[in-house]
């Protein structure tokens, strides 16, 4: 399995277009988002990217299967942060994800340290290398979004999945 992650600012006219422009941003848009609980299945290869994810396939309104973290904001001078951590065991690819939202990107690196950390010492693994993904800046007027994807597959409604090989 092939799990893509992207990060980006969205603005727009308000909070809501903001994070729709952070969607268009990582290709994730014209999907229902389906959102999961972050756990990366083994064998699965993580690549990051600077934009949009590649082409998803599938259809308008189809499902998108999602860890995501998003900040918004319309007050002027206002941060906002958001971030998607993740380990990896390099011998069975598999792991887990965490996200989070904050006003400061020392915030929100932080806070995704100490919950990988918790997650992994929770199970008894022994120390992975921890990976970010963070995007945010401050509101200049439009409202701005801040928003992290991590995008695992595209399902149709007659469940027939489209998986990125």
């Known amino acids: 399995m092939v799990i893509y992650l992207s990060s980006t600012v969205g603005r727009g006219k ?3 277009s903001a994070f729709d422009h952070a969607l268009v941003n990582t290709g994730t848009a014209n999907y229902n988002l389906v959102r999961l609980s972050s756990v990366i299945p083994p064998n699965s290869e993580i690549i990051e990217l600077n934009g949009s994810v590649p082409p998803l396939g599938g259809d308008w309104g ?6 995501y973290a ?3 904001t319309d007050q002027p001078g206002e941060e906002v942060w958001a971030g998607i951590g993740w380990v990896q065991d390099p011998e069975t ?3 887990l994800f965490v996200e989070h939202e904050g006003h400061s990107e020392l915030q929100v690196r932080a806070d995704i340290k100490n919950s990988l ?9 022994d120390f992975l290398e921890i990976h970010m993904c963070v995007a945010g800046g401050v509101c200049q007027g439009d409202p701005l979004c801040a ?8 399902s149709d409604w007659q469940n027939g999945a489209h ?3």
């Open 62 to 67: 189809d499902r998108l299967y999602v860890v």
């Open 70 to 72: 998003d900040a918004r």
């Open 93 to 95: 690819k598999k792991g």
């Open 117 to 125: 950390t918790g997650l992994l010492k929770n199970r008894g693994m």
């Open 163 to 165: 998986l990125f090989l």
């Open 147 to 154: 928003f992290a994807v991590a995008v695992y597959q595209v």
């Open 14 to 16: 308000t909070a809501l």
